[in-house]
């Protein structure tokens, strides 16, 4: 019975990622018909690399990074399907009722504001002419070069504030199994790492990837971190994805807010910066959405006055 679960399961995702690649294909042409110049972060990108099992990993929604900036995503957003669902990196897009679009002025962000503006300047260099063009999928993914540390900034990101599970770990697995680093790389890497302070996760990452998922060392991206990786992967065992299966904080009292700062808390002598800047991010961010939010109203007022 067991096994009749899974084979009903593993034909369910199977038919949802037939799904999600149309849509996949179908929004990207609409952005290039649009003159956007766009590319799939994760999710169906990531997919790709996973070969003959491609149709088996689970998708989910469709992140999309479009070059430009804030300014010229918000006013295609706000031409073609209108919206005031906005974050600091991303904005809701309506343009299927069954799966959710996000498209990205930014691909990521951290929390510590310092921090965010080396990590702006990085992603930033990655110009259009980066991203790789899949024929066969009819949609573009960023470089390699880009996902050896852009998948593991959005994996530390969870990690901190929501929790992550062993899906997108074995995405960064395939991910670094897909591009070998060479050893000239890896110093450059380590320096990027360092300035962004995720050198000590990535650390524990590696370690990870090594002893538990078998990744020959000639794929990691930096040196290895035992206890650090011991901590790191008894938290995401205790976690799970998005935080789900953590039991430490299910407290009625404790809120989706409480939650993250009790969260934080408990990982504040590992990871100090993220954590002690939070408090900050969370104030910053509410007047930064608040005044994008009233700009694009007053837009849409005008707009509809004629």
Same mark, same amino acid.
């Given at each position: 019975?067991?096994?009749?679960?899974?084979?009903?399961?593993?034909?369910?995702?199977?038919?949802?990622?037939?799904?999600?690649?149309?849509?996949?294909?179908?929004?990207?042409?609409?952005?290039?018909? $649009?003159?956007? !110049?766009?590319?799939?972060?994760?999710?169906?990108?990531?997919? /790709? %690399?996973y070969?003959? @099992?491609?149709?088996? +990993?689970?998708?989910?929604?469709?992140?999309?990074?479009?070059?430009?900036?804030?300014?010229?995503?918000?006013?295609?957003?706000?031409?073609?399907?209108?919206?005031?669902?906005?974050?600091?990196?991303?904005?809701?897009? $309506?343009?299927? !009722?069954?799966?959710?679009?996000?498209?990205?002025?930014?691909? /990521? %962000?951290?929390?510590? @504001?310092?921090?965010? +503006?080396?990590?702006?300047?990085?992603?930033?260099?990655?110009?259009?002419?980066?991203?790789?063009?899949?024929?066969?999928?009819?949609?573009?993914?960023?470089?390699?070069?880009?996902?050896?540390?852009?998948?593991?900034?959005?994996i530390?990101?969870?990690?901190?504030?929501?929790?992550?599970?062993?899906?997108?770990?074995?995405?960064y697995?395939?991910v670094?199994?897909?591009?070998?680093?060479?050893?000239?790389?890896?110093?450059?890497?380590?320096?990027?790492?360092?300035?962004?302070?995720?050198?000590?996760?990535?650390?524990?990452?590696?370690?990870?990837?090594?002893?538990?998922?078998?990744l020959?060392?000639?794929?990691?991206?930096c040196?290895?971190?035992?206890?650090?990786?011991?901590?790191?992967?008894?938290?995401?065992?205790?976690?799970?994805?998005?935080?789900?299966?953590?039991?430490?904080?299910?407290?009625?009292?404790?809120?989706?807010?409480?939650?993250?700062?009790?969260?934080?808390?408990?990982?504040?002598?590992?990871?100090?910066?993220?954590?002690?800047?939070t408090?900050?991010?969370?104030?910053?961010?509410?007047?930064?959405?608040?005044?994008?939010?009233?700009?694009?109203?007053?837009?849409?007022?005008?707009?509809?006055?004629?």
């Amino acid at each position: 019975m067991l096994l009749l679960e899974w084979i009903g399961l593993s034909e369910q995702i199977r038919q949802q990622n037939l799904v999600v690649d149309k849509q996949t294909r179908e929004i990207c042409g609409q952005l290039k018909k $649009d003159g956007l !110049d766009a590319a799939i972060l994760k999710g169906q990108g990531i997919a /790709t %690399l996973y070969g003959e @099992l491609a149709p088996y +990993r689970q998708s989910g929604d469709i992140d999309i990074w479009v070059k430009g900036g804030y300014q010229k995503v918000c006013n295609y957003v706000q031409s073609t399907h209108p919206t005031d669902d906005v974050a600091y990196h991303r904005f809701h897009y $309506d343009y299927f !009722d069954e799966t959710e679009i996000e498209l990205h002025h930014r691909p /990521t %962000l951290m929390r510590n @504001l310092l921090d965010d +503006r080396k990590l702006a300047k990085w992603y930033n260099s990655f110009g259009a002419d980066s991203f790789v063009y899949l024929e066969d999928k009819g949609f573009a993914v960023p470089s390699s070069e880009f996902n050896k540390i852009f998948i593991l900034t959005h994996i530390y990101r969870h990690f901190l504030f929501e929790g992550i599970g062993l899906r997108q770990v074995m995405d960064y697995y395939i991910v670094l199994k897909n591009c070998h680093t060479k050893s000239t790389e890896i110093s450059e890497i380590g320096k990027t790492l360092k300035s962004f302070r995720m050198l000590r996760f990535a650390e524990a990452m590696m370690w990870i990837l090594h002893t538990q998922l078998g990744l020959e060392e000639k794929y990691l991206i930096c040196g290895m971190n035992e206890k650090e990786g011991r901590f790191v992967l008894s938290e995401i065992e205790q976690t799970g994805n998005f935080g789900y299966t953590d039991s430490r904080y299910t407290y009625k009292y404790l809120f989706k807010l409480r939650r993250q700062i009790a969260h934080g808390a408990h990982l504040l002598l590992h990871y100090p910066s993220e954590v002690i800047w939070t408090p900050i991010w969370l104030v910053y961010h509410k007047v930064w959405k608040w005044r994008k939010k009233r700009d694009i109203r007053k837009t849409s007022a005008y707009i509809a006055a004629g």
